[in-house]
T-cell receptor, first 109, second 111 residues
Framework: GEDVEQSLFLSVREGDSSVINCTYT??????LYWYKQEPGAGLQLLTY?????DMKQDQRLTVLLNKKDKHLSLRIADTQTGDSAIYFC?????????FGTGTRLQVFP | SQTIHQWPATLVQPVGSPLSLECTVE??????LYWYRQAAGRGLQLLFY??????ISSEVPQNLSASRPQDRQFILSSKKLLLSDSGFYLC??????????FGEGSWLTVV
């Protein structure tokens, strides 16, 4: 089955950029997503990218896709304390959406 | 607009008791529906998904079952809960552009 891996923790200073990484094994996914989960809440879709794209920018968010290395990243510019949450990458395209293990982002002043 | 409702939001159940979590979607027809579980400190595990009424695909062998009695209703059940069933359960549906939208989740604690 699909394996989707993320590092568990990331700590950044307020105002710096955050880069959250995701690696996967199955390259057949059509869509690759980033979700945000705040404490005790459901998941909020942040952005997604089609597999035929290399980059997508959406305000402070930049998604980079390296299909050769099977690597997806989410860059958050000017990280704020409100960005503190768990971030999940997810891969999908047919009927299923498979999630990564999640990265807990902590932003300190 | 489309919305998803999931309930109950929290519940505490004794070991061996039954479970029923319900999820309904409004504003769309024939959606793909999903149940995920998030155990404490862990990622999201896909439990079941459904592409239509009465069609259920199970991803992992477990103590749970799912049913889809109506187009926009998805139910997660258990006849006898185990301690290991504790977790955060999330219902989701697939919208336009293959995006997945989640409900607010149900916290289950089995004691």
């Amino acid at each position: 089955g699909e394996d989707v891996e993320q590092s568990l923790f990331l700590s950044v200073r307020e105002g710096d950029s955050s880069v959250i990484n995701c690696t996967y094994t199955d390259s057949s996914s059509t869509y690759l997503y980033w979700y945000k989960q705040e404490p005790g809440a459901g998941l909020q879709l942040l952005t997604y990218i089609f597999s035929n794209m290399d980059m997508k920018q959406d305000q402070r968010l930049t998604v980079l896709l390296n299909k050769k290395d099977k690597h997806l990243s989410l860059r958050i510019a000017d990280t704020q304390t409100g960005d503190s949450a768990i971030y999940f990458c997810a891969l999908g395209g047919t009927d299923k959406l498979i999630f990564g293990t999640g990265t807990r982002l902590q932003v300190f002043p | 607009s489309q919305t998803i409702h999931q309930w109950p939001a929290t519940l505490v159940q004794p070991v061996g008791s039954p479970l029923s979590l319900e999820c309904t979607v409004e504003g769309t027809s024939n959606p793909n529906l999903y149940w995920y579980r998030q155990a404490a400190g862990r990622g999201l595990q896909l439990l079941f998904y459904s592409v239509g009424i009465g069609q259920i695909s199970s991803e992992v062998p477990q103590n749970l079952s799912a049913s889809r009695p109506q187009d926009r209703q998805f139910i997660l059940s258990s006849k006898k809960l185990l301690l290991s069933d504790s977790g955060f359960y999330l219902c989701a549906w697939k919208g336009a552009g293959n995006t997945i939208y989640f409900g607010e989740g149900s916290w289950l604690t089995v004691v």
